[in-house]
């Protein structure tokens, strides 16, 4: 009986073209499996926005064929939008201690049910359907992090996760090479590969190097000493704890992010820490500066985080004290860049050495640079090539990379969000779109927020409001009283008076003209007062702020 | 006859903490000279404001006391301010030809008389009261810039304005070394230097280097040729048509302000151009591809640029073509790292080869890094030291250089806008401070969007607004009509009926419970329904929009 050849189906429904909001559907013909299901941090346009997560309509249309979600690993791009996902979606979900362990906390936040969630070791091999999912342990900016093989009817999948390769790792563990090595050797189909830092040449430095740089500030700080960092950084934690303990000092850790993930890590194992060197921050004032280390959020400048209200003194517990060293153990974030700049000239103000290059060795990236991504694809030799986890400058990058060693073209794929692309064993080729998108999220609002609301919000934004409100009487055919004119955000109104006097006079000669010419239907006469005050506004100030015309009808 | 000790007062007005609009106030006893009047461009939370001033009422306080104003050269952060000042002050301005010629340009814009800009040449010296000025050629960015040392009773001040050393400058004309150590031979109280790029180790390559990273892109591009970048940069322009002609190819310019800078250049020759290179835009499609450069603004993916036009397919006149390559011929300034990230991408979905990486070398900057401020400092060896041009941690940074180098701390001034410095032939002290600040500019509105309109803009930005409009009846003492509610910027109405009517049903009973309890007074009944809609709101959707009730009266 001559079969029809399976498909397999990879349809990225967030993570392309973009930082953030990976999830990827696999489906090979009534099954599929997702990986991944982060969430992404707004853009500067989308105002009032908290953040954004993929739009699953896909996944809801096929919820009986989903087998499960497994993760690569615990960073918010990765499993952020799970809290929203698992309210619609009953699948299990497959992933590390740790990652299963930060997941945790984020269900519980939302009320959301965790039991569905199902821990894996690195090495583990799991059948869901056709699917035998490995999970392969890598390197990142975070513990326990993996990159996956997928083996199916049509053939093997090698995803990476988020990795690089570090030869000296912080926890001993490293990328597992030689797993990856063995599945190059038997035969990948497809290598689905991290191009976040594929523009950057040579190889990107090992975590222990950071220790070194630490120990070098910490050789030379002569009062406390405050690293910021990531608060899911567990390595560079623990260096900055292992340090301290070198230096004799305690370790004071600040930030509600920072706290969770610290107690998180040590209960699992994840972090070591000798009796007694971990203090409460309210004991720091018992011990000499000289022997005190902070580790605390704000990395980023984030305007609530501990490092920058410290920054403003605006901070309950703890204050900046000149002669304070303080590391910003991170780069900015792009976006970010302008309020790290403004923490470090206001730490600085404060008195604090602040050490912050790039060239003082306190950060290193957790992605693979060129060196790696070249290593990774040459252990793999897949038949065909698929750049993820970056924007599209990142995957063009990667897949000329991948080309230059020896990939025909047409075996590298650059997809997009909501692309299907279909693999046989010979052959890949693009077969259509899915549903995809963005998903706003603002407060407890899920997608409620849309490109009209968005809309209105930046004119608000820009040149504010004026309210017209005037109310008719129905049966006279006049106006009964008004029009008043209340505006917000427009002109200090103090200042404006004979601005807002002028505008009041051009609406009553609106509404007279609407009057004379007979016109009694609302939206005319709205119109008509709009067109008015809009002109008379923007010849004046040259700002066209929304005009919102009210009739209240008596 | 015993003299009083003449004093010496330096007051930043504008560039002291922040990058844009320099001003600084020179002052001997009765006579003061400023030194540019520039402009900033708005910090991402002044919302709507198009740009930002210095508050000037300490000149305006001084105004006849004012001998002129001078400027180093013609960027924004250092003349924009002029159009705003000049309608205030009438004051002489010098400035030479080519910072004269742009400033022309703005005033005329802005309708402000231009009679009193009185043009200088690099090596002039002019006598302003007690002032004897000198200008002194630097290389920048900019044709035409100008250092200056100003002679006084107390002592002689040296300003670097922004300067490099760039010893191949692609004009010919470097930066006058010898009137600099002359100077410093002849004895300098006071030195005020650029802190840009003080964070940076090492020389800043010359300008020449962009010209052959052209070359070689150049060498290599079989169609179009793009090269965006700052228009005010008349060298990296005049390298681009150079490299243009070595090629045989035609350039055409693109964007207002480019063709602006370039036709002002032409005239007042600081731009070298053979007969027949120079195309109109419109002549473009009558060369082969080949044979074409179009030099462009939008190095900053600015959205109403030309480049960013192109790059979204919006450019009436010019779109990309797959094959075109293009040059992002500048950094991103910072807060730009995201516009011009999306513009790349943007070009890359389009088919074209972008070059944007610094290590291109197709971008160098036209500010002194570490070696060239020693060197400067080394030629000046100034008794006093005060680091100008930067944000906080740049003039930090200034200072520790200059400290290592051997100048005394307590020599060394980092100052700050409206604080006075005071001078002796031998003691610099703080001496008080003077208004200062930021002026922000909306439409045609000076100053007359403060706090609280950002404020309010900031609100309505993140969550709206919501209008309770009710008519009360005076004589009856109750509603005649309403409560209704209309929302812009919260929700989207037709998905969320529901919470609106609940919304209503709230204010109704905070109207009947002001009845009740006989509340006529207006600000009460107000504040009422703020409070009770405020609280419904945030609980269900934990969202706080702006809430402005608004009473009729009939």
Known sequence: MAKVPQKLQIIPLGGL??????????????EILVIDAGLMFPDDD??????????????????????AIVLTHGHEDHIGALPYVLKQLNVPVYGTKLTLGILEGRLKEKNVDASGLIPVKPGDIIN?????????????????????????PVGTIVHTGDFKMDYTPVDGKMTDFRRFSELGNRGVLLLMSDSTNAERPGHTPSERTVGVAFDKVFHNAKNRIIIATFSSNVHRIQQAIDTACQYKRKVAVLGRS????????????????PEGVLIDIDEINNYPMSQVVIVTTGSQGEPLSALTRMSMSDHRKVGIVPGDTVIISATPIPGNEKLVSRTIDNLLKQGAEVIYEKSKGIHVSGHASQEELKLMYNLIHPRFFMPVHGEYR???????????????????????????????????????????????????????VGNIVLRDRRQLSQDGI????????????????GPDIVSRGFVYVRESEALMDEAKEKVKTALEKCEENNITEWA???????????????????????????????
């Open 46 to 67: 989308m105002l009032g926005i908290d953040l954004v997560i993929p739009d699953i309509s896909y996944l809801l249309e096929n919820r009986d064929i989903i087998k």
């Open 258 to 273: 920072m706290i969770n993930v610290v107690n998180i890590s040590l209960e699992l194992g994840y972090l070591t820490v």
């Open 17 to 30: 073209g973009e930082i953030g909001k990976n999830m990827t559907v696999v489906r090979v013909d009534d």
């Open 466 to 481: 004026l309210i017209i409100v005037v109310t008719m009487d129905k049966d006279q055919g006049c106006v009964a009283a």
């Open 394 to 448: 990142h995957l063009i990058k990667h897949a000329k990379l991948v080309q230059d060693l020896g990939m025909p073209k047409h075996n590298i794929f650059i997809s997009d969000n909501g692309q299907i692309l279909e693999f046989t064993r010979d052959k890949g080729t693009v077969a259509g779109k899915v549903t995809a998108g963005n998903v706003l999220i603002d407060g407890l609002g899920v997608g409620d």
């Open 524 to 554: 005319t006469i709205k119109a008509n007062i709009r067109d008015a005050l809009g002109r008379y506004l923007y010849e004046k100030t040259r700002r066209r702020p929304m005009i919102l015309p009210i009739i209240m009808e008596i």
């Open 128 to 152: 869901l359907g056709c699917f035998s999912v490995g999970f392969i342990r890598v390197s990142h900016s975070i513990p326990d992090a993996v990159g996956l093989s997928i083996k199916t």
